[in-house]
Structures are given as C-alpha cells and as structure tokens.
C-alpha cells in the first residue's frame, strides 16, 4: 500500500512511520514503559470521519456484560472472598466488528497499511502481522455509555492497539499499574492486586485524546477503564493482530464479546 494512502489519515509530519530513528524512538518508550502514547496520530478529518461511521452503526452494536476476575478468568468460588481469583469484576461495553466497518473507512485503510504494519513490527518487535483469520475480530469500535466500564484485568494478548475516537465528558478513563501480575520472585502478585482492589494502592493515570493511537502491554500490566460518567459515548477502535496467519478468534470469546460467530 502506498503512503499517499495514509496522508490525510495519519499525521505523517509528526508522525514519521517510515523514519527508521522515529521508530527506535518509539520502540525505546514502548519497551521502557510498556505503553506508547502517539498524540494526534489521526489527523480531524479522519477523526471526523470515523466518528459519522460509528454513529452510523451504532445501532448495530452487540452490548454485553460480562463477569470474570482480573486474569479473565470465571471466579474461584473456592478461595476466599477478597481472593483476586474469586473477586467478581465487570465489564461492560457495545462493540461493532470488522464486518461492519465500512469497507473504505479510514480505519481499515490504516490497518490494511503495509506501511502502518511495518511500523507496529518494528515498536513491538514483531516479524509480521496478520488480520484475523474470521470475519468479526480484525478492526472492532468500541462504545461505552454512561456507566459502563472496563474492569480491572491482564489481557490474554501480549499487546493491545487503540486509537481513541470519542473521549467522555467525564470518567472512561484509562488507569493502570505497569509488571503487576508477579512479584519478585515470579509468583502471583496477589497481595498487592487485593490491595489495588480495595483501593489501598493507587494507580496511574494514562491520558488519551481523540486521535491518539496507544500501544500496550497489558498482560503483566494491570489496567481498566473507569465508568463513562456523562451522556457522551466513549468511543474506542480496537485494531487487533496476529503474529501468525489463519488464527481465529476462540468461538467461546467471539460468542462472549460479538454474540454470533459470523
Ligand atoms: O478501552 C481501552 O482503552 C482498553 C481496552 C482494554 O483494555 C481491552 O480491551 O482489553
Ligand atoms: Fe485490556
């Protein structure tokens, strides 16, 4: 894909993903704090753009919720109560998926971007990216309404690519504690997740704007978002890879996150 398809998409004068020294930079911050921050990476008019599309679905969003603990996992009833593996938490959000992307949205432009993918390689130090092999996981949007939040957890993937289109009035926000799942010595963190839980160890703050393009490192990295507050949607594009081709998402998660397998 050419770059003149990413001009008028990506701010590429502030955003040079092609320059060999923007990416070690880039990769320098991701590797030192396992999150990268890329402030107005879309330029307004693909924001703009963006934003009518997902208006324009929004009706076509599959709202669910969902209960686990912070490993994603369903809760050990076993254990005590206050256990981080027994701890009920929430998650609750609407999301659109790749087969509801408009075919020439910006979104896809981007993520379909030799260009864009060559650039993620180099950060994350990947060999190749591949789109997901079933019709629903590639590029997802994300909408969450008054209330709904992201509740504390490690992902299953070991990095995450947003690009925020919609920031709330208030709430919604991003909070975080960098190499929590273990302690020193390797084992489960659990004393200090319980202390994170109770609100006795406070957390980080990542600030997002619309445009931003975020990459994380969220499976050692505790984090969620905070409950939108305010009639203003949260609106959030998930652009998700693979580092191998024809690998599905599992049936149980595409059930779970989109209620349909296709
Ligand atoms: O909404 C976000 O900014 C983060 C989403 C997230 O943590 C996830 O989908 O696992
Ligand atoms: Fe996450």
Known sequence: MKSTQLRGIVDLINHPIKNTDY???????????????????????????ILIEADKYKSLA?????????????????????HPRSRKIISSKGCITDDQVPIDSPLRVLYSSDEFQDFLCAVLGEMEL?????????INIHYAKQGQELGWHFDNSSFAITLLIQKP????????????RYDSQGNDNYKDIEDLLDGIIEPNLLVMNPGSLVLFRGKESIHRVTPVEGNKVRI???????????????????????????
């Open 236 to 262: 959030l594009s998930v652009l998700a890879y693979n580092s191998e081709p024809n690998i599905a998402l599992s049936e149980e998660a595409r059930m779970t996150f989109y209620g349909r397998l296709k």
């Open 169 to 180: 009035t208030k709430g919604g926000q991003f909070e975080y504690i960098r190499d929590f």
């Open 23 to 49: 990416r070690s930079n880039c990769k320098e911050k991701l590797d030192k704090n396992g999150v990268l921050v890329l402030d107005n990476f879309l330029t307004q008019k693909a924001i703009d753009r």
């Open 62 to 82: 599959y709202y669910c919720t969902n209960y686990h603990n912070v490993y994603l996992n369903k809760q050990d009833d076993s254990l005590p109560k206050s």
């Open 130 to 138: 591949h789109n997901y092999y079933d019709s629903l996981s590639s």
